[in-house]
């Protein structure tokens, strides 16, 4: 496989993880699990190029050694070879400074995702089921509602505050995080964010995912209630 394919693959890399916050940050809203697809499969596809990159690079190794020991030792032909062995290391090195020093210029474009308290810890206990789906009320005195594996969890100040239509406005909006999966894509975003740290993408995505799955869990809830109904009553939640 030619070198060549290496100065390609990073230029993919640098193209994809450099233009993604800039290009995608914002984007399809009104296509929120277009926008999911596109940033994941844009961001692997810079993986697999790095995948790639990184395998010419070792292959030039054996492809090296097969020439160092078909030439005498100290002539002109072993000494290219070696020399030429360097130069797919040497565009990778390259290639890394460059990416870590553009990054670096384009981080401050990606503002920090918000945090929100887990709410794992918190006892439950089932009180219903909703579309097929468990309803677990949590003691706490605050309005809270989230997804969180497979189940719905809405703290017991929610449900005694909330009509029946704004309990379904709530339970529908949830019902889509959970059809959508948008707890594993936030799982999977994180764990891509921890692989590369520097990546301004890598930073973005994660935001990205978490706002375009609540724009996709309330495009869910508006096929069953209201527009209106919804963002009135999301808007009595700490996290909805």
């Known amino acids: 496989m030619s070198p060549l394919i290496i100065p390609i693959a990073i230029e993919w890399v ?3 993880t450099t233009l993604a916050p800039m290009i995608l940050v914002g984007r399809l809203d009104s296509r929120p ?5 596109i940033w994941f499969s844009t961001l692997f596809s810079a993986g697999l190029a790095v995948a790639l990159a990184l395998g010419v690079a070792l292959a030039s190794i054996a492809t090296t050694y097969l020439k160092l020991t078909a030439n005498p030792i100290g ?18 090195a390259i290639a890394g400074i460059s990416l870590a020093l553009v990054n ?8 920090t995702a918000k945090d929100t308290a887990p709410l794992l810890a918190a006892a439950s206990k089932l009180v219903r089921h909703f579309d097929g789906v468990e309803v677990r009320q949590i003691e706490l005195p605050v309005m809270v509602a989230a997804a969180h594996r497979g189940s719905i969890l809405i703290s017991t100040a929610a449900l005694a505050t909330l009509n029946s239509a704004e ?6 909006h949830e ?3 959970i059809r959508g999966r948008h707890n594993q894509l936030k799982q999977l975003a994180g764990f891509v964010r921890a692989l590369s740290p520097w990546l301004a993408a890598s930073r973005a ?5 978490e706002r375009l799955g609540e724009l996709d869990a309330d495009r869910y809830a508006n ?15 700490i996290s909805a």
Not at 33 to 37: I, P
Request: aromatic share 10%; hydrophobic share 60%; proline share 3%.
């Open 175 to 177: 019902v889509g995080h």
């Open 104 to 111: 670096q210029r384009i981080a401050p474009m990606v503002s």
């Open 205 to 209: 995505l994660v935001i990205e995912v």
């Open 223 to 237: 096929r069953h209630v209201s527009e209106e109904l919804l963002g009135a009553t999301r808007s009595k939640f």
């Open 14 to 16: 640098i193209l994809v």
């Open 33 to 37: 699990r277009l926008g999911l697809a």
């Open 167 to 172: 309990l379904d406005a709530v339970f529908w």
């Open 75 to 92: 002539s002109e032909s072993w000494l290219l070879a070696l020399v030429a062995s360097f130069a797919p290391w040497a565009i990778l």
